[in-house]
């Protein structure tokens, strides 16, 4: 998060991989996160992908397919993240059984 609190990047165990994966890239482990982010996104302002609190479940699924990632950022109206929705929050909403299911 930046200054005021908005969601400005993310960092997943695929970056992570990343960086080990690439010698050019190994001597990003002691820049600044910013550095690293700026690196890895080409400068794109928000590398972590959100979606707002008025957003329907199926619009996060699809944004969990579009952009292959296993977190959406739920923000509010000044980018501030409120909520994370993970790909095993979804998954578990439909794998689990209710209580109360008849065939």
Do not use: Q
Not at 57 to 79: A, P, S
């Amino acid at each position: 998060v930046d200054e005021a609190g908005g969601l400005v990047g993310n960092i997943s165990a695929r970056d992570v991989r990343y960086i080990i994966g690439s010698s050019k890239l190994y001597k990003l482990l002691n820049m600044p996160i910013s550095t690293y982010l700026e690196v890895v996104t080409d400068g794109r302002k928000n590398a972590a992908v959100t979606c707002t609190g008025a957003s329907t479940m199926e619009e996060t699924i699809k944004r969990l397919v579009e952009f292959r990632v296993h977190r959406v950022y739920v923000v509010d109206g000044d980018n501030r993240p409120t909520r994370v929705v993970s790909l095993r929050d979804v998954l578990m909403a439909f794998v689990k059984v209710p209580e109360n299911y008849d065939p």
